[in-house]
């Protein structure tokens, strides 16, 4: 494709902790030119995740860090237009890191996969059945393994992988107590995502005395997507041979210094219990499995999700900010 123009949000500064609107800037570049191999994707919708914040940190986490000057790193849905390798079709819909750009030339590993064509909304394929929904499905299937009739906790309980590991743990037979922030979100848990209790840890003042009222038996498997003082209270009442899936560590404000906290070994120890990091690509031979199981349970109206649409590229540099304010209702994603 010749001639027309490419709008990216780019990196201008680098933040220390939570990145701001200002450390983007908004420039027009012209469309790129594709290589041998590659195809070109008009983008539909682009994500907004809490992981951005650790690819453009100073000191990055598990990807090579974004440099200033470079397009945000991003993942998000579109469709095919224009195509040098012969495995990728214009017309056919994908998803995987494809920036915040209208435009990007794709080389094939940037592909998570491509969108099934089963009638479900495009935009779905970057939250529930995109990296949220596969990480919650992860995290609870392979990582907290519930079993009928075990009590299980998960954090940000109303967020985007929060809303779909409960679910999963509902679906598995497990009774589901979740902890998120504010009393629209707790009756979202309860009305649509079928959470048996809910904590308001932002209105809670004794959130051990909560815990332990809302958890009689103990817990047996926690989902933690925030780490600091929620993740220490559940520690302090998990069961036997419990198990914990790191997933995500919303709370921390910066991680420069490093936050520091209580130790858990004591508790792991005498619990022998398991706290286990995981990241989902770790488990991208699986996909296809998880998407069936996923597809089938919306279908089935077993599985709800919410999503929160911002509207154009210039919505995108604000957005983690919202994100980290806890002020979105479901997944965040800005169609362009
Ligand atoms: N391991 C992986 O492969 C993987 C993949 C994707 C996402 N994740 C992690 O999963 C978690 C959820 O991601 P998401 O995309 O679904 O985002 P989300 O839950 O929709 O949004 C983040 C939420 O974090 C909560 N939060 C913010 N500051 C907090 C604080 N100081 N203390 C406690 N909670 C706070 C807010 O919920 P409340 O209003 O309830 O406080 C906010 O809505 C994140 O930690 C993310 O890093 C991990």
Not at 85 to 96: A, I, L
Not at 213 to 227: K, L, M, V
Not at 230 to 251: F, Y
């Amino acid at each position: 494709m010749t001639g027309g123009e490419n709008r990216q949000i780019w990196l201008q500064s680098r933040p220390n902790g939570i990145p701001r609107a200002s450390d983007f800037g908004l420039r027009t570049a012209p469309i790129p030119t594709l290589k041998e191999g590659q195809f070109l994707v008009r983008n539909a919708y682009l994500s907004v995740d809490p992981a951005m914040r650790g690819w453009i940190a100073d000191k990055s986490t598990y990807w090579p860090r974004l440099e200033v000057g470079d397009t945000m790193r991003a993942y998000s849905v579109g469709e095919v237009i224009e195509s040098r390798n012969p495995r990728y079709v214009p017309g056919e819909k994908v998803m995987g890191i494809f920036g915040w750009q209208d435009y990007a030339a794709v080389d094939e590993p940037a592909v998570y996969y491509k969108v099934q064509d089963n009638g479900l909304p495009l935009s779905l394929w970057l939250g529930v059945l995109g990296l949220n929904g596969l990480t919650g499905y992860f995290g609870m299937t392979e990582v907290c393994q519930p079993k009928p009739g075990e009590t299980v906790v998960v954090s940000t309980a109303a967020g985007s992988v929060g809303s779909a590991a409960g679910q999963v743990a509902r679906i598995k037979g497990a009774r589901v107590v979740g902890i998120t922030g504010g009393a629209e979100k707790v009756q979202q848990c309860l009305d649509e995502f079928g959470y048996d209790a809910v904590i308001d840890y932002k209105a809670e003042p004794d959130i051990d005395a909560a815990l332990k009222a809302a958890c009689p038996d103990g817990i047996d498997a926690y989902f933690d997507n925030t780490s600091g003082a929620i993740h220490d209270a559940v520690l302090r009442q998990i069961n036997l041979h419990a198990r914990i899936a790191i997933c995500g560590t919303a709370s921390f404000a910066s991680w420069d210094p490093w936050p520091e906290g209580p130790r858990p070994e004591r508790h792991l120890l005498v619990k022998r219990a398991t706290m286990r990091g995981f990241l989902t690509p770790d488990f991208e031979d699986k996909y296809g499995r998880a998407l069936t199981d996923l597809v089938t349970w919306i279908q089935e109206g077993k599985l709800n999700y919410r999503e929160d649409m911002l509207e154009g590229m210039e919505a995108a540099p604000g957005s983690i900010e919202t994100l980290y304010s806890g002020a979105n209702s479901g997944k965040l994603v800005i169609r362009l």
